[in-house]
Protein backbone atom coordinates (compact mmCIF):
# COMPACT_ATOMS: atom_id res chain seq x y z
CA UNK A 1 0.00 0.00 0.00
CA UNK A 2 1.20 3.45 -1.11
CA UNK A 3 1.66 5.96 1.77
CA UNK A 4 -0.69 9.14 1.20
CA UNK A 5 0.69 12.40 -0.35
CA UNK A 6 -0.03 15.42 1.77
CA UNK A 7 -1.73 18.16 -0.04
CA UNK A 8 -0.48 21.85 1.18
CA UNK A 9 -3.12 23.75 -0.59
CA UNK A 10 -3.24 27.14 0.58
CA UNK A 11 -0.47 26.50 3.28
CA UNK A 12 1.97 26.69 0.16
CA UNK A 13 3.47 30.19 -0.84
CA UNK A 14 6.15 30.46 -3.00
CA UNK A 15 9.24 32.96 -1.97
CA UNK A 16 8.22 36.86 -1.61
CA UNK A 17 4.52 35.92 -1.67
CA UNK A 18 4.39 36.09 -5.72
CA UNK A 19 3.76 33.72 -8.35
CA UNK A 20 6.99 32.62 -10.24
CA UNK A 21 7.43 33.13 -13.87
CA UNK A 22 8.13 29.71 -15.65
CA UNK A 23 11.90 28.53 -15.93
CA UNK A 24 13.81 29.85 -18.53
CA UNK A 25 16.59 27.85 -20.62
CA UNK A 26 19.87 28.02 -19.43
CA UNK A 27 21.64 31.33 -20.57
CA UNK A 28 25.25 33.04 -19.75
CA UNK A 29 23.65 34.84 -16.76
CA UNK A 30 21.86 32.03 -15.48
CA UNK A 31 23.56 29.83 -13.72
CA UNK A 32 23.37 26.15 -14.97
CA UNK A 33 25.10 23.88 -11.95
CA UNK A 34 25.10 23.71 -8.34
CA UNK A 35 27.73 24.84 -5.98
CA UNK A 36 27.54 23.06 -2.11
CA UNK A 37 29.65 25.40 -0.16
CA UNK A 38 30.30 23.91 3.86
CA UNK A 39 31.10 26.54 6.00
CA UNK A 40 31.97 27.00 9.39
CA UNK A 41 29.51 28.04 12.01
CA UNK A 42 31.30 31.09 12.46
CA UNK A 43 31.81 31.67 8.74
CA UNK A 44 28.04 31.38 8.42
CA UNK A 45 27.07 33.68 11.64
CA UNK A 46 29.02 36.47 9.56
CA UNK A 47 27.10 35.63 6.34
CA UNK A 48 23.83 35.99 8.20
CA UNK A 49 24.68 39.19 9.97
CA UNK A 50 26.04 40.99 6.56
CA UNK A 51 22.70 39.60 4.79
CA UNK A 52 20.90 41.03 7.61
CA UNK A 53 23.30 44.44 7.58
CA UNK A 54 21.89 44.25 4.04
CA UNK A 55 18.00 44.10 4.39
CA UNK A 56 18.09 46.72 7.04
CA UNK A 57 19.46 49.35 4.74
CA UNK A 58 16.78 48.50 2.45
CA UNK A 59 18.59 45.55 0.03
CA UNK A 60 16.89 42.57 -0.58
CA UNK A 61 19.39 40.21 -0.82
CA UNK A 62 20.21 36.10 0.02
CA UNK A 63 23.21 34.14 1.00
CA UNK A 64 23.29 33.13 -2.62
CA UNK A 65 23.48 36.57 -3.92
CA UNK A 66 26.35 37.39 -1.77
CA UNK A 67 28.33 34.29 -2.28
CA UNK A 68 27.82 34.23 -6.00
CA UNK A 69 28.86 37.89 -5.85
CA UNK A 70 31.74 36.88 -4.15
CA UNK A 71 32.99 33.73 -6.48
CA UNK A 72 32.29 36.34 -9.31
CA UNK A 73 35.34 39.20 -8.06
CA UNK A 74 37.49 36.28 -7.12
CA UNK A 75 37.26 35.00 -10.54
CA UNK A 76 37.75 38.08 -12.17
CA UNK A 77 40.79 38.75 -9.47
CA UNK A 78 42.26 35.77 -10.65
CA UNK A 79 42.33 35.63 -14.34
CA UNK A 80 39.06 33.29 -14.03
Do not use: K, M
Given at each position: MSKPKGDLGSLAMPK??????????????????????KVTEDEYAALRDIRRAKED???RV????????????FLERNGG
Open positions: GGEAQAPREAPTASRPTVSLTLAGETHQAILRQALVE
